[in-house]
């Protein structure tokens, strides 16, 4: 019966050192993505809203939540994308970032329709030169939200300036 513990920690162990070795500049970005999602469906169900929000990954690969304050209680919400995104390079620029995510709140025309709908936009970048921006549609029906079909677009790459 030892033998096969260690045979199995054995195993184990040699898939999560190859699964960390094939880590991409997307999967790096879509962990933040994974990670900081749910927060704004909680949002959008107990406030029908949200301020813009962010996510990052750390140089140790811990996903870390960002947020800006400019002073005022009910700031426009490009005030504190611009802040997020100001803090965003900051930290790109010292090496304390790998991946980042900035969450906002859009309405967005999704591919295959012809009317606008809401959609939590996140724009995704890696110091890898990968940058997408994410689309997710929602509806909220009696104070839940549903989710529709997420969609991309190219991300315009602003945050790992090089």
């Known amino acids: 019966m030892r033998c096969v513990a260690v045979f199995v920690l054995a195993v184990l162990a040699t898939i999560i050192v190859h ?3 094939m880590s991409t500049p997307k999967s790096e970005a879509e962990e933040v993505l994974s990670a900081m999602l749910p927060f704004g ?7 029908g ?3 813009p929000y962010g996510g ?11 947020g800006g304050y400019e ?3 009910h700031p426009p919400s490009q005030n504190v994308i611009d802040l997020i995104s100001s803090g965003f390079r900051a930290g790109a620029k010292a090496g304390t970032y790998k991946a980042t995510g900035l969450f ?9 329709t012809s009317e606008k709908t809401d959609a939590i936009a996140v724009a995704l970048d890696h110091r890898d030169n990968y940058s997408v921006i994410v689309y997710f549609p929602y509806k909220i ?7 529709g079909a997420a969609f991309a677009s190219p991300g315009e790459n602003k945050v790992f300036v090089k």
């Open 49 to 51: 809203e949200f301020y």
């Open 104 to 112: 906002y709140d859009v309405r967005v025309i999704p591919p295959g």
């Open 56 to 66: 990052a990954t750390t140089i140790d690969g811990k996903v870390i939540s960002v």
């Open 41 to 47: 469906q909680q949002m959008l169900e107990k406030h």
């Open 71 to 73: 002073g005022s209680e």
């Open 141 to 147: 029906t009696d104070g839940r939200v549903k989710m």
């Open 19 to 21: 699964a960390d070795s």
